[in-house]
């Protein structure tokens, strides 16, 4: 941000530029990559895009796109918005007249880049260019993206860092700009960032009040739990209707990685279509169960070790260097995790890809669910370790971990500083507390200033390597000019921001979900053992979102918009956290509510029985409560829902009144029929009273004529009825 | 039956009558009663229907009632069929020409008779005539009914007498004859038939290889139970679209009971609707706890009593008239429990009623939860009692049961009779298996009897009663002719077959699937007792199944075709007995696996928290395997979801192709563009690249003409770019 304040207003334009692809070659494969390149330049050339071309950095170039016809576009758009339509995300089809479509429903930011995006990326098949960045005959396109409106950006990080909440109208500006799939997630934590004030507040008043393992804290607070993840199932719906992209995620973006086993005919749309087996993808599933395994065991001994060491060393170890040596699980732990987490997603990525989805959608839904479980361990297990193992079983665990004692048998002096004192090992209750407030506090400020800063070293890193680079090829005197020598003066300013903006990392919100939906964990499963969680993380969450805007605007290429109309499968993740919060939350007041001591002031004390009937009852009270709750919210209408009620409603009626209008001319006032009926049929009827011919149904039918008739007939059976007195009456 | 056979032909013909309206009235109210037969024919004379009156019984009248013209009935169903589109249960719309709407959907019996039914009972303003049996001004009108087609009823009863399965077409024939209410209960049972076979062989091979208490059993049962319920739910949904009438449980008929607090414009519809405070009625739901707690105690304590009763006399009791004495609890109970039912379901009605729901489905829907709850209690108390409270509290509870040996102090010689033996108090292990069997056979067939015999009994004690009455009026001399002997003799034969219909009883659809999903229950909840359980149902329901059609064409009036997309919330019920299965059954084969004597050979050796791990283990297992197969089952296509489907499809994708065509008439083809654009543009960007007043952007984009300049300016770059050898290059 420093430096475009002093150029001005040459920041303000983009040249109308809607795409910038970046074209990477390198120094032997020049005539390949001149070839490439008119192919690439001629496929934009073909779905209608203006191109220019500017030298990059050396070894690339900066493709510059946009739509050369207006005309084109819209037709684009209106193909867009039908397709919505066949599938259903609208409820309403668009006018057949494309300009009326248009106007009445106007374009925004993000659907024109997502369309242009669309026209650029879409397969040939499909009416694009089949531009695949890194894959095929397009290796050398490094990426494709957007330009930042930074005058806009500006305004937008000043609004922000100035306001407490955010308006819908905030979150419909992103939706506008960004695309509803980060819409998403800003209103999914602003949405948490609300709902969290009241455990704040409530929080603060039940440490004060409460203490440590209140079960009042506990019950209110899994309340919370149940009603935020309902409330936003409810206001996700809200949102999708709100932004027109209700049933988006069942349009199947079809992955392009998909390998099918055989072509078939679709039953629904009857186009052939590609087909894998379900059976097979079934069985491939099954291979999710050891992976599971094979995930708590790798990542599980790792913490587990560690927390074993952690223990010796800070509860047996007695001798020198301790206050160096208890950092030592830190080590381990903040060296080894990285690494073995990111072999484990590269498994279930590799894992995922072999399970060979049809669609983005279900791809990303079966990643999605793998990361969940990595990080559930990596994020949990710690405190499961201590609450459920250190505590109940610590005085029988603790004395075999002298196998640790290597580790600092090095420093001890003599053998019984790596034994356990002869007063015998007493378990340290605070240890809990600790490493709650460590995860709840210290871990989430240092992530977000890692999220924060670590880019910018990055780019700071990466602009000195560049400068190292050209000065070593300046002193061997086979220096090339810079590129930017070379460029037009008016656009020199533009081409330099293009310039860093191809060399930003690209925004993946799923990283900043996973971080909100964790963080809730840590509320739902733990928070009863330090009530001040929800207060951190107001804070936290206030800063994350201004922070996340910040690194969208500055530290990440402009994101290309995507639609979705939930947060996937994350949701599914909230509500298996508020399910294990009714577990883990009844199990520690149980055992904790005597300050860390267990129910008998001991922990010995815990009996087995007791424990699972409390967890047995607060696990069934809370599945309960969650039926009540989500009933309770289905019934709740909103404006939203109205308004698609509504429109279908309308398009249906007046089909129908077109036709009932028909109807009535044809038929006549109903009323007046069977007088009608009775003036036509009378001397027919007559002659089919006398006529012997007609059959016994006629007959039965021309008895009485008109229903004046029948009443008469029946008026007089009920005269020639019994009359008896009203006493004889009643016995009958 | 019987007589039926004797009088041929004649039984064969309905006159073509639609509806009989029996009108009754008394001998005090001859002149009211005659004004308002009047107002009766001419209210149906308006709404086009031919009538026709012949005498009932002594006092009541016959009214006969047919649609006098088909085009006006043609009329209202295509109003009908349209308002089903309008709110979505018919996915394309009818043809606006209504002839070939109905004959492009040919009508149903079923169909045609709940219109014309419709016609008679909806208000006014709805376009019927508005009657209501047995209220406000037509209290007279006792019912309104259609009549059997005899011979129809003899050729299904012997089909299906013969048959061992129902396939599809018979269960569309009773759609087309009865309704898709009625169909369903057919279609639930016979699914649940052909499922039942599985645990009916598997029952049989656990009975004689694995033993009572299988862990097998009681795994491969709560596996079989989950997967027919989410079976259904999902055939359901497939005979729903197959009948035409999914989601028909939305079209809300309102209740005419429901009182209003004020009126409001619908957000939807823009019409004025009636409407009640949605957090009143919240209010008045909270009064079900304390309905359910009373149904407990009272149930509960009657059914508890009884049962201490039968312990004490048939466990401790040893003297005389010991055999007479045993019967004691069952007759209490039998004449006790009708009557606490009977008033339980009254103020359940009332409760409901005061819940003032708005639709007919939801007041149903409140009332069978209530009268599950009410069965739940009497059916499943008892043994739960015995597993749960008897054998394992058996030794600490049965010595206090000496308070009821009040009830044979009057035959016991002296007190050693009434008091715990020497030798000490020992549980039998035997009685919980009898329970479950005298509930899974003596019960069934005792219920099976009853519904066929009872009816059979009421109808010749009804007509000997009245055969008695004229004897005795006869014998006073006042007797006034059989209302049969001014019979036209052609039509004798028909009007005694209508005033026999007349008198039968109405058929209630839901206590058969009450029955149903009560049996399921027992499979669910106790088979693990006595694996015979499903072999004993299959022969119980085979028998049902046919029981039930005979029932309705014999002893009950055809009953009104109504319209359902589901079994309703009996299928919450299926649901929950299920999930309740899963924590029945582990208990049991913990606490009995080792032939009735507890784990380790006592019921003392039972320990609580294994028990209750074993409890809590299995229903996690549960709502995993449950989760599992309803995601399996989801991924089931079916012949029905696809049509539906298809036809969405197709509606929208004929629109969207008309706009298209039109759209790309205007625009030409796309490739063709950008070249006729570039002879189109050469010479204007010509002057504009030496013009200077155009501005920075003309002039950024009009640097490179077309994208075969683009390619040459970019191969222009790549060849200047660095040119190292490719050592270099790689560290690069």
Redesign the interface.
């Known amino acids: 941000m420093d430096k475009h304040g002093s150029k001005g207003q040459a920041m303000e ?1 983009n ?2 530029v809607d795409y910038v692809v970046h ?1 990477k ?4 494969d ?1 005539k390949d ?2 070839v490439q ?2 192919k690439l ?2 496929a ?5 895009l ?4 500017r ?1 990059g950095d ?2 690339s ?1 900066l ?2 796109v ?1 739509v ?2 207006s ?2 576009l819209y ?1 684009e758009i ?2 867009s918005r ?2 919505d ?2 599938h ?1 995300v609208q409820s309403s ?2 006018p ?1 007249e ?1 300009k009326e479509a248009i106007e009445k429903d106007p374009l925004t930011e993000a659907e024109r880049l997502r369309i242009i995006h669309q026209l650029i990326t879409n397969s040939e098949g499909d ?1 694009g260019a089949g531009i695949t960045p890194k894959e095929g005959q397009w290796k050398n396109v490094d990426s494709i993206f957007a330009l930042h409106n930074h005058q806009y950006n500006k305004e937008w990080i000043k609004k922000w860092s100035t306001s407490y909440f955010l308006s819908a109208e905030d979150l419909d500006a992103i939706r506008n700009r960004l695309g509803e799939r980060i819409a998403f997630y800003f209103a999914f934590t602003q949405s948490y960032f609300s709902f969290l004030l009241f455990p704040a507040v409530f929080g603060v008043s039940a440490y004060f009040l409460l203490g440590h393992f209140s079960p009042i804290y506990a019950i209110v607070n899994a309340f919370w739990c149940i009603i935020f993840t309902e409330y936003w199932k409810h206001q996700e719906v809200e949102l999708a209707i709100r932004w027109g992209v209700r049933h988006v995620s069942q349009i199947e973006n079809r992955r392009r990685e998909f390998k099918h086993e055989k072509e078939i005919r679709d ?3 009857g186009e052939m279509v590609t087909w894998f087996p ?1 059976r097979k993808r079934l069985q491939r599933q099954l291979l999710q169960i050891p992976f599971a395994a094979c995930v708590l065991v790798a990542l599980g001994s790792l913490i587990a070790t560690c927390f074993g060491i952690e223990i010796f060393i800070s509860e047996i170890y007695n001798g020198p260097m301790k206050w160096l040596l208890v950092f030592l699980p830190t080590i381990i732990v903040s060296s080894f995790l990285p690494i073995l987490t990111t072999i484990m997603t590269t498994i279930a990525t590799q894992l995922t890809t072999y399970e060979n989805y049809e669609t983005e959608g279900a791809h990303e839904t079966a990643m999605t669910q793998k990361i969940f479980v990595i990080n559930f361990i990596t994020s949990y297990l710690g405190i499961f370790l201590t609450a459920f193992v250190y505590v109940p079983f610590g005085s029988i665990v603790v004395p075999y971990l002298d196998v640790f004692s290597v580790t600092c048998q090095a420093f001890a002096e003599h053998e019984k500083q790596l034994t356990v004192s002869q007063d015998g090992f007493t378990i340290n209750p605070d240890r809990l507390r600790k490493q709650v407030i460590y995860f709840t506090v210290t871990a989430q400020v240092v992530n977000l200033a890692m999220e924060v800063i670590v880019p910018y070293l990055k780019r700071r890193g990466f602009s000195k390597f560049r400068q190292f ?1 050209n000065d070593r090829a300046a002193r061997r005197g ?1 220096a ?1 000019p810079e590129p930017s020598e070379n460029d ?1 003066p ?2 020199a300013v ?1 081409l330099a921001r293009v310039r860093n903006e191809a060399e930003l990392d690209v925004y993946d919100v799923t990283t900043d979900l996973r971080e909100m939906v964790l963080q809730f964990g840590y509320l739902s499963l733990f928070s009863v053992v330090w009530p001040l969680t929800g207060l951190s993380f107001v804070f936290n969450d206030w800063l994350e979102l201004r922070a996340d805007a910040l690194k969208i605007c500055v530290e990440m290429k402009r994101p290309t918009p995507a639609r979705a109309d939930t947060i996937g499968s994350w949701l599914d993740s909230l509500s298996f956290l508020t399910w294990v919060g009714s577990l883990t939350t009844s199990a520690l007041v149980y055992m904790f509510s005597n300050d860390g001591l267990g129910p008998d002031g001991s922990p010995e004390a815990i ?3 007791k ?3 409390a ?2 009852i607060s696990e069934h009270a809370f599945l309960t409560v969650r039926w009540l709750v989500r009933v ?1 919210i289905s ?1 709740l ?1 909103s404006p939203g829902r ?1 308004k698609e ?2 429109e ?2 309308a398009v ?2 007046k ?2 009144e ?3 209008e ?2 009535s001319k044809k ?1 006549g006032p ?2 007046l ?2 007088d009608e ?1 009775k003036i036509d049929r009378a001397s027919l009827e007559e002659d089919a009273r006398h006529a012997g011919e007609s059959n ?2 006629d ?3 021309a ?2 004529r ?3 008739e ?2 008469q ?3 007089g ?3 020639r ?4 007195d ?1 006493k004889e ?1 009643k016995i ?1």
């Open positions: 334009t040249m109308g074209y070659f390198t120094s032997v020049k990559a001149a390149f008119e330049v001629s934009l050339g073909k779905v209608g203006a191109t220019e071309v030298q050396r070894t170039l493709v510059f946009k050369a016809s005309e084109h037709g209106y193909r039908a397709r339509w066949i259903g089809a668009p057949k494309m009416g039953p629904v749309t379900v680079q086979g090339l037009h008016e656009e533009f009996t087995g029985w424990l699972l009937l967890v047995m309770a019934k209408d109205q009620r509504r279908r409603y249906r009626r089909y129908i077109e036709s009932l028909e109807l038929q109903v009323e029929a069977p009926e016994v149904e007959r039965f039918w008895r009485q008109g229903w004046r029948t009443a007939v029946g008026a059976y009920i005269e009825g019994p009359s008896e009203p009456k009958q």
